[in-house]
């Protein structure tokens, strides 16, 4: 929301994400689908091209609690910081007996989390070496992608925080994003918080 209704200031696009109204994407292909949220679950909508109209295909979307899917660029895998790394080789190679989970990783933020939100699991945009500040965009990627996260039931994390917590200082202010099934992120935050807990 912004503070005067007359003119949009900086500071109005500079607030946490908890404070957003609304998020979503669309998304197109062989079908084209819409996914919004005004805060109130999440909820999707299909092009039906005979109308010219979205139909609400997937009402009140719940992410799984828990997922089989891990969703991340293993090409970035020796940048990588030790949280990353644990978790990623965790979900490869379970040592509790559990089958691994399968990789899953389109390289468009929206596909992967589309596919997240839709069947469980973990979407991570790890910072690194290359780019210890993370890569995605806080304001137009970040932000609405944890806004329909947390509205589906599941979690969004930085690798320090909640991202909806976030304060961004500009426009294109970068972050690391894990974000999915809420048990999922539970599992990084354990690992990231038992790295600080050594350091």
Request: glycine letters at 10%; a neutral charge; proline letters at 6%.
């Amino acid at each position: 929301m912004i503070k005067n209704k007359d003119e949009a200031t900086l500071e109005d696009v500079l607030q946490p994400g908890k404070n957003m109204v609304a998020a979503g994407y669309c998304m197109y292909g062989s079908f084209c689908e819409l996914v919004l949220s005004t805060g109130n679950g999440v909820h999707g909508f299909t092009l039906d091209p005979s109308l010219g109209e979205f139909i609400m295909t997937h009402p009140d979307i719940k992410i799984p609690k828990k997922g089989k899917i891990y969703s991340v660029n293993e090409g970035n895998a020796r940048n990588w910081d030790g949280p990353t790394a644990k978790y990623v080789e965790k979900c490869k190679y379970p040592k509790d007996g559990s089958s691994p989970k399968s990789l899953r990783y389109v390289g468009s933020m929206v596909a992967d989390v589309h596919r997240t939100l839709l069947y469980g699991g973990i979407f991570l945009y790890p910072a690194d070496k290359k780019s210890p500040n993370g890569k995605l965009r806080v304001l137009y990627e970040v932000f609405p992608m944890s806004f329909l996260m947390e509205q589906a039931g599941g979690q969004a994390f930085t690798g320090k925080q909640r991202a909806l917590d976030l304060v961004p200082t500009n426009i294109h202010e970068r972050s690391p994003i894990f974000l999915g099934s809420y048990d999922d992120v539970e599992e990084i935050k354990a690992l990231y918080a038992a790295e600080g807990a050594k350091a």
